[in-house]
């Protein structure tokens, strides 16, 4: 083989295995009750704020731990168990999602990101009434 052969094909196997890589770092979305979740892996869970259970958050005795209950996009509901601080405007919030693993019957989040409700959305609906 010439000397060009083997750089060309050393050079096509760094890039299978750098795709390979990368398609292993993509997100996986699931539910609370999915196979996934159940084997331990970590997981993000999109899902809304349960506002009939109640949310936990005592600064003085744990600035640390937040609890509060996330009903996912089939209707599952979990605690959910922050280690950290509660984020600002939480209950405003339209979306959450969290990442996590399940560890029994609560889901321990190391990771909230928050959709909040758009000051926009009024003022679109108003324009196009008119």
């Not at 997981?43 to 744990?62: A, F």
Request: proline share 4%; with cysteine; charged share 30%.
């Amino acid at each position: 083989m010439k000397k060009t052969h083997i750089i060309a094909l050393v050079f096509i196997a760094v890039l299978v295995g750098i795709l390979i890589s990368m398609l292993g770092d993509f997100s996986r979305y699931e539910t609370f009750d999915s196979p996934y979740a159940q084997k331990g892996n970590e997981i993000n869970v999109v899902g809304v704020l349960d506002k009939n259970e109640k949310m936990v958050y005592e600064p003085l005795i744990d600035p640390n731990k937040f609890t509060f209950y996330l009903q996912d996009e089939n209707g599952g509901v979990r605690e959910v168990v922050y280690k950290g601080e509660k984020p600002h405007d939480f209950e405003r919030s339209d979306k959450i999602v969290v990442t996590g693993k399940l560890e029994g019957d609560q889901f321990k989040a190391s990771k909230i990101l928050m959709k909040c409700p758009s000051k926009y959305t009024e003022e679109a609906n108003q324009t196009t009434s008119l």
